[in-house]
């Protein structure tokens, strides 16, 4: 009899590039299931089928059940998933990479282990961020007072474009509903786009934890590669959403994001640049390359896998 479990598992060339996706779906209050190589949300209203093969990042909110099945198909497609707090603005866990190669995961940590690598890119994240700032010779004082200064700026201007007013940050950790309407927007793009990043980082096979910027998290990375977009994504999105009224602003603040995601093809963007802070050299025809586990030898030499090399030179 065949089943679900027993369907091959897809090859990276039939898998949809992270930068095509949806960049997420959120869902909550809904048992989400699998139907062939889809999954379906069933709530109050009905069934809705979603291809798991388009999902960047899937944020299951409360009240959500998923099957072993759904999560199965899932993770063959490569979907990220993040099991998030009410609105999506709390991160509890997430899943598994896309990628089956080594490669990035070791350019990143080779580029994090190195005490003047990991400043350079560091200092090139915020040339990413600031276009137009000398980051040479920056010292990590130097690249906070940056920062500082720019998103000051950034909710400055932003609360001029779009008539929000806007006295400071203020982030309550324990308390969403504490925070006025624009910081309540800013907490959830904030939130969404941690998740974003989340999936496309371990999608990637990279470490979440082996931050340039940020460090001492599991997710360090994560928020790295978040913050790069944060004043030309996230806080305008959270200031449109504001602008609208102080009612179901983290819902509007997701919509917006949304858009704002697809119109600015960021997730093609984040992965790009990923693999250029990490000076990583994409193989030539990656999608035809075949899944491929070696052993490491002596001299850098690598082995294939699979093998008893007891009786015979590796040389």
């Known amino acids: 009899m065949t089943t679900v479990g027993s369907r091959r598992e897809s090859t990276p060339r039939e898998l949809t ?5 949806i960049s997420f779906v959120y869902l909550e209050r809904c048992t989400v299931h699998r139907d062939d190589n889809a999954i379906t949300a069933t709530d109050v209203d009905g069934v809705t089928h979603i291809p798991s093969a388009t999902i960047g990042t899937l944020l299951l909110g409360p009240g959500t059940r998923i099957t072993h099945q759904a999560m199965s198909v899932l993770g063959e497609c490569g979907a990220g998933v993040a099991w998030v707090g009410e609105q999506g603005v709390r991160f509890y866990a997430g899943g598994r990479a896309l990628t089956r190669s080594s490669g990035l995961a070791e350019a990143h940590a080779t580029a994090w282990a190195n005490r003047r690598t990991r400043l350079e890119v560091a200092r090139a994240m915020y040339r990413l961020r600031f276009p137009g700032e000398d980051t040479a010779g920056c010292t990590r004082q ?3 007072g940056m920062e ?9 201007l932003e609360s001029a474009r779009t008539g929000v007013p806007w006295r400071r940050r203020d982030y309550h950790r324990g308390d969403f509903s504490a925070g006025d309407a624009p910081n309540q927007a800013v907490t959830a793009a904030a939130q969404c786009m941690y998740g974003i990043t989340h999936a496309v980082v371990t ?4 470490s979440p ?13 994560v928020l790295d590669v978040a913050d790069l977009y944060k004043t030309d994504v996230a806080i305008p999105a959270a200031f449109d959403a504001a602008a609208e009224g102080e009612q179901d602003v983290a819902t509007r603040t997701r919509r917006a994001l949304r858009d704002r995601i697809k119109d600015t093809g960021l997730l ?4 790009r640049d990923i693999k ?6 994409e193989p030539r025809d990656p999608a035809t390359a075949p899944d491929r586990m070696t052993l490491q030898s002596d001299g850098d030499t690598f082995v294939e896998g699979g093998r008893n090399y007891g009786d015979e030179p590796i040389w």
């Open 17 to 21: 590039r992270v930068g095509d996706r």
């Open 142 to 144: 130097d690249l906070l």
């Open 148 to 156: 500082g200064r720019r998103l000051k700026d950034c909710y400055r």
């Open 203 to 206: 999608a990637l096979g990279c």
């Open 209 to 221: 934890a082996l931050g340039f910027v940020h460090s001492g998290h599991e997710r360090s990375f």
């Open 268 to 271: 093609d963007r984040c992965v």
């Open 276 to 281: 250029q802070l990490l000076s990583y050299e």
